[in-house]
């Protein structure tokens, strides 16, 4: 979510061209879900540009209600189980795995609820200032699942062991509540400029943990 379509646009093409590069640092299965994630993000803003295009009139309205549910579809259904999925897939470390996998089904459960949500009432958008205003009117519990939605997406980065992606998720619980209250009080939506933040941290993690792997098979090549 970002300030305007030509915002959603230009960071959601940045965020793509991130994300094929974390998608080319993949060294094994394991870690296809995470790379994944920029790539996603990515096209999860370029989708709101035509949100935002669809409410200025500039495309037609079928375009704007695909794009509408495909943004909210992302953003609530899949996101919350995507993320802890992702962190598990790559964790080392027994005991933290049945931690971050136990958040995981909070994020399953989370997703499943809020996808539910779309599906038992109306579902809008309007542009409120320099946001677009999402409205589900089934989403009736919307503050409580939007803690337990944090609680899985952040939570399973900060038991991660691996440090880049525990130290974005200590960012994460600093950040969302920040551009919570700026979309809140109407002020301005950058939700956009951090997904590229969070992709390229995603990015220099893939990067590190290859060139660490290929260090690794080397000094076991020199030592053989």
């Known amino acids: 979510m970002c300030f305007s379509p030509g915002a959603d646009a230009v960071v959601g093409g940045i965020v793509v061209v991130v994300g094929a590069d974390a998608l080319r640092q993949v060294r094994e299965p394991k870690q296809i879900l995470i790379a994944s994630l920029p790539v996603l993000f990515g096209l999860h803003q370029l989708d709101e540009a035509f949100v935002w295009l669809g409410l200025q009139g500039r495309v037609a309205e079928s375009i704007e209600r695909i794009s509408i ?11 919350p189980a995507l993320v802890p999925l992702a962190v598990l897939a790559v964790e080392r470390s027994p005991l933290r795995r049945r931690v971050i996998g136990l958040l995981a089904l909070l994020g399953i459960g989370v997703g499943v609820s809020l996808g539910v949500s779309l599906f038992q009432g109306s579902v809008n958008a309007a542009i409120d200032g320099r946001y677009v205003a999402y409205d589900v009117s089934a989403l009736s519990q919307g503050r409580q699942l939007t803690a337990l ?12 062991s ?18 919570m209250w700026l979309t809140v009080s109407g002020f301005v939506s950058l939700w956009c400029f951090w997904a590229a933040i969070v992709s390229v941290v995603i990015d220099f993690h893939l ?12 000094g076991v090549l020199n030592v053989t």
């Open 69 to 79: 549910w495909g943004y909210l579809l992302f953003a609530l259904a899949l996101l």
């Open 149 to 160: 939605y944090v609680v899985a997406a952040c939570g399973a980065l900060v038991a991660c």
């Open 162 to 179: 691996y440090r880049d992606l525990f130290a974005l998720g200590l960012m994460n619980l600093v950040a969302v509540p920040v551009l």
């Open 207 to 218: 990067r590190r943990t290859a060139r660490d792997q290929e260090s690794h098979a080397v």
